[in-house]
């Protein structure tokens, strides 16, 4: 995949906004159910926000990178305790969509 351009990440954060988190990462920390749940909604969304819990024993920017990377993602921003990823999925693209999703 190739690494997003500072455009193409602006327009994510922005349509992040409107996301609420759906992952979220408890004091078990990056198990592999959470692994498995943040693939499942990249396939289906794309776009993807992750919560990590005040207990989570992990270091956010570093977590968001490791799972990116284990998951072929890239991070689009850490903003405190959330995180948001994307990862393009071609069988969604559609016509209604923006330009740097076709």
């Known amino acids: 995949m190739m690494p997003l351009s500072s455009k193409e990440r602006a327009t994510l954060r922005a349509e992040a906004q409107r996301l609420k988190a759906t992952v979220h990462v408890g004091h ?35 977590a968001a990178n490791n799972l990116a990377q284990a998951i072929g993602a890239e991070v689009v921003q850490v903003i405190g305790r959330t995180a948001t990823l994307f990862r393009e999925n071609p069988e969604l693209a559609r016509k209604d969509q923006p330009a740097w999703r076709r």
């Not at 959470?34 to 499942?40: A, I, K, N, P, T």
Request: overall charge negative; cysteine-free.
């Open 28 to 62: 078990n920390g990056l198990t592999d159910a959470v692994r498995q749940s943040l693939d499942d909604d990249l396939r289906t969304h794309e776009l993807v926000k992750i919560q990590f819990t005040k207990t989570a024993d992990v270091t956010i920017k570093d």
